[in-house]
């Protein structure tokens, strides 16, 4: 009751406005909308996609760096055992030098000693010697025996002294190499903190993205929310067209009817005129030149009847309808009424459309608004008639 007492205000405010005036900028100011709606969305979406690239790309540093990690750890820990291994290796050079140091003072004493025994008594010489001896042979097997024990102890020293050297030799050789060791190991710990520093970077940025993510995801279902709301709104407000619209063609058929301007309807009283109001046929069934500019002739399987945009379609009979929605042969926006049992008509083109399938319908009642979709060249309705699914020239079906 209420929708009715809203379409008879919109029907007086119309005989002042044109309804293409009333309703284009409000339709068009709301698929403005809804399309500024969805270019944000998609582009929020972008983001999303973006943001979510950024994150596996650092999830994937984050993966590689604690591998790097885990391995530098693994270095640093074999390091850490080799440096203990050297350090003990210098302390038991260590050790070992300090004992050939102290043999070889022990042994540079025990020489002195035998030297001062040898030649430290000033009143001893080589005569005395000689003389104290029982014979020569006794004198120079004791001059012999001394000669021979101040060589060896010289070689022992000079022997221990080389021993030294070489330990010395490879103790510094250790040194050099723990140093070496030591400074690979700090190396390899600043790169270590580098690492755990980035992942920790890393792992703060991800955080900050998934917040992002999350808003942006809020920010997605709200803008997606408003567009459905549109759709409805639009959706609305064209259907709230079409009722005006069919009411004004009615009442403007009727006062038509009753001035005389109209005679009588093109019927042969089984289907009526889809379209009252507009009679003239642009293109009627059969060959044609393409209407999409290809060489050679196309089969017109209706007739086309141009109209303006959004003007009410009538069913031609009674009906169900099996089907309304988009065809994607060519037809565009299209209704499929089952009219007899092996009889079907298609209204295609359409703008908007009215009826939705399984719906039945009576002759007369509003189908769509006529458009210009599918492949169409203007605004018109492409009535179609089947029998047995074939299509035929629909003309005697609408008047003689």
Do not use: C
């Not at 120079?140 to 070689?155: E, G, H, N, T, V």
């Not at 490879?170 to 600043?190: M, P």
């Not at 549109?230 to 959706?235: E, H, Q």
């Not at 069919?246 to 889809?274: A, F, H, Y």
């Amino acid at each position: 009751m209420k929708k009715k007492k809203f379409i008879a205000l919109l029907l007086m405010f119309s005989m002042l406005f044109s309804p293409s005036f009333i309703y284009a900028d409000k339709v068009d100011d709301l698929k403005e909308e809804k399309q500024n709606h969805k270019d944000n969305l998609d582009s929020k979406k972008k983001n999303i996609e973006d943001m979510t690239a950024e994150k596996d790309s650092l999830f994937g540093q984050i993966v590689e760096k604690e591998k790097m990690i885990k391995q530098l750890d693994d270095e640093l820990q074999e390091m850490e055992e080799l440096i203990k291994k050297i350090a003990l290796e210098i302390d038991q050079s260590n050790e070992k030098i300090k004992e050939l140091e102290e043999r070889i003072k022990k042994n540079e004493e025990l020489f002195k000693k035998r030297v001062r025994v040898m030649y430290g008594n000033k009143d001893l010489n080589s005569i005395e010697v000689l003389f104290s001896s029982s014979n020569i042979r006794d004198f120079i097997s004791r001059y012999f025996m001394m000669q021979s024990i101040a060589d060896y102890d010289k070689k022992l020293i000079t022997s221990l002294k080389n021993d030294k050297a070489s330990l010395v030799k490879e103790k510094e050789i250790l040194e050099e190499k723990k140093e070496e060791k030591i400074k690979a190991k700090k190396e390899k710990e600043i790169k270590l903190q580098t690492y755990s520093e980035e992942v920790s970077k890393n792992k703060d940025l991800i955080s900050k993205l998934e917040e992002n993510i999350t808003f942006t995801e809020s920010e997605v279902a709200d803008l997606e929310r408003k567009v459905r709301q549109l759709d409805a709104n639009i959706s609305f407000e064209e259907k709230v067209k079409a009722d005006v619209l069919r009411e004004m063609s009615e009442r403007k058929l009727q006062s038509q009817v009753q001035s005389g301007e109209i005679k009588d309807l093109p019927t042969n009283g089984e289907m009526s005129w889809p379209v009252p109001g507009y009679f003239s046929i642009s293109s009627y069934f059969g060959p044609r030149g393409s209407i999409m500019g290809y060489a050679g002739l196309e089969r017109h399987t209706g007739v086309d009847i141009p109209a303006p945009t959004g003007t009410p379609v009538y069913s031609a009979t009674d009906g169900v309808v099996i089907k309304s929605g988009w065809d994607s042969s060519g037809f565009g926006n299209m209704v499929m009424i089952q009219y007899t049992n092996n009889i079907t008509i298609i209204y295609g083109h359409n703008s908007s459309l009215v009826v939705s399938a399984g719906q039945r319908v009576s002759r007369g009642q509003v189908l769509s608004l006529v458009g210009s979709t599918g492949y169409s060249t203007g605004p018109h309705l492409h009535f179609e008639v089947r029998v047995n699914g074939s299509p035929v020239n629909p003309l005697p079906y609408l008047r003689s």
